[in-house]
């Protein structure tokens, strides 16, 4: 899902057993991952899925990684009860099962999420992080809420929107070089176009190389070559939000 209006040629790539150091918890009418650091924080972040879904296990390791660096993580489930995809499903049906799960239709989701972390974790500084259909998203929810304070939207973009140049909040765009759905032209025109009319802080950057998901659902425990760069993109994710959260 690599934007609103193409499928995306998602393979679910190198899927981990890795079992979460969080709990799953239930907030209003949504569920949701709730993984919190060893020291108490005011600092969280929302974890926003790809298609796979909120249960998907490296969704999960990169909140627990989040967490590890001091943030209330959360992840919810953004489809609300609703089937994630699924590597066996046809991809001619991808858009069809979409119409019901749109990235730029979560707000309500979004202001349950928000006033949890608020409320029951004390978080006053809070940030986004989504991958594929979360990173279109994220960058959609910088459009739109000041109050939170960054965002890293990991191969996704808002194309649909008139004012998806009009970040409210400094946001951290990462792409795959070669990436089927993102070609590096979108990412080009989105740079120059943000250059010209987006008034906080951004960033854009391209990894050579790589593909669609490499920064969270390739391990890099198995896949020494690109170890290297899945790293330098976590690292990019985690000083994206130190410096403004």
């Not at 969704?59 to 609703?82: E, H, I, Q, S, W």
């Not at 004012?163 to 946001?171: E, F, I, Q």
């Amino acid at each position: 899902m690599a934007n609103e209006a193409k499928p995306c040629p998602c393979d679910i790539g190198d899927r981990s057993d890795y079992g979460g150091l969080g709990q799953e918890v239930q907030i209003e009418h949504i569920k949701a991952y709730v993984v919190k650091p060893s020291t108490t924080s005011d600092k969280a972040v929302i974890v926003i899925q790809d298609i796979f879904g909120w249960e998907l296990p490296n969704t999960r390791y990169m909140a627990d990684m989040l967490a590890a660096n001091g943030y209330t993580a959360v992840c919810p489930d953004f489809f609300v009860g609703k089937e994630p995809w699924s590597p066996t499903k046809d991809w001619s049906t991808f858009q069809e099962w979409l119409k019901d799960k749109k990235p730029t239709d979560i707000n309500k989701e979004v202001d349950v999420v928000l006033k949890y972390l608020k409320e029951q974790c004390g978080a006053k500084r809070i940030g986004t992080v989504g991958f594929c259909w979360g990173g279109v998203a994220t960058h959609y929810l910088a459009l739109l809420y000041s109050e939170i304070k960054a965002g890293v939207s990991v191969y996704g973009i808002v194309r649909e929107r008139e004012d998806r140049y009009s970040l409210k909040s400094p946001t951290l765009f990462i792409f795959a070089e070669n990436d089927n759905v993102i070609p590096l032209d979108q990412v080009s025109a989105l740079e120059a176009n943000l250059k010209g009319k987006c008034t906080v802080d951004f960033q854009l950057k391209v990894f050579p190389g790589q593909t669609h998901g490499f920064v969270h659902r390739k391990r890099e425990d198995i896949n020494p070559a690109d170890k290297p760069q899945i790293e330098e993109a976590r690292k990019d994710m985690l000083n994206w939000l130190n410096k403004y959260i």
